[in-house]
């Protein structure tokens, strides 16, 4: 765990995901961590067992074949022979997607993460994450509830928020010279002799 410039603690951090101690960042979702209810895992087993199932099913449909009028049976046989393929790729789609990182947010069910079912561990240390971010983040307004955490003050320097300060201050002169000069329609004006 490190931390980050703007003091995020950052509990697992990888080029699609990232977990701290403020929010929960993957791809286009951004949840913060105080409003996670929940965090579950949820395997796609009954997607699964159903194409498995009909990958399966369907060839060993074909060995009783034989029960239908002999114009039936070449027919019959290459649908099943297409249904095995398709469930075969229906399969293969289902296992890249398998894990599913579900949380609840405000009643909500958001999905924060899809994995292969080959990823177990990946998707195991992000939900190890999770759960501990959600576990400091409850534990810190607890103690900032029963007060026994400090207030806040502030991280600058007396010295640094006068600079600071007059920084402010030369930008809102710079701004308001540079407007008068915008509505000033005659310019600035020379003599000639």
């Known amino acids: ?3 980050d410039p703007i003091n995020e603690k950052i ?3 990888d080029s699609a995901l990232k977990v701290t101690n403020l929010r929960v960042t993957c791809k286009s979702v951004s949840v913060p961590v105080s409003k996670i209810e929940a965090l579950r895992i949820n395997p796609g087993i009954d997607r699964v067992t159903m194409s498995a199932g009909l990958m ?3 060839p060993v449909l074909i060995f009783f074949g034989y029960v239908l009028p002999s114009d039936f049976i070449m027919p019959f046989i290459v649908v099943m022979l297409f249904v095995s393929a398709g469930a075969f790729v229906w399969l ?3 296992l890249r997607k398998y894990l599913e990182v579900m949380l609840t947010v405000e009643g909500r069910e958001i999905s ?5 079912i080959f990823q177990k561990a990946y998707v195991g240390a992000v939900a190890d994450a999770l759960r501990t971010a959600v576990q400091d983040q409850r534990k810190f307004l ?8 400090a207030t806040e003050t502030s991280k600058f320097s007396l010295t640094e928020t006068m600079r600071l300060k007059f920084i402010i201050e030369d930008y ?4 308001a010279a540079s407007l008068e000069k915008k509505t000033d329609p005659v310019g600035p004006q020379t003599t000639q002799q």
């Not at 924060?112 to 292969?116: Q, V």
């Not at 607890?142 to 955490?149: D, N, P, Q, V, Y």
């Not at 809102?172 to 701004?175: A, G, I, R």
Request: proline share 0%; aromatic share 6%; with cysteine.
């Open 56 to 58: 399966i099913g369907s």
């Open 92 to 94: 293969c789609l289902v």
């Open 1 to 3: 765990m490190s931390k």
């Open 172 to 175: 809102e002169k710079l701004k």
């Open 112 to 116: 924060l993460l899809n994995a292969s």
């Open 142 to 149: 607890e103690m900032k509830a029963s007060g026994k955490l």
């Open 11 to 13: 509990y697992y951090s």
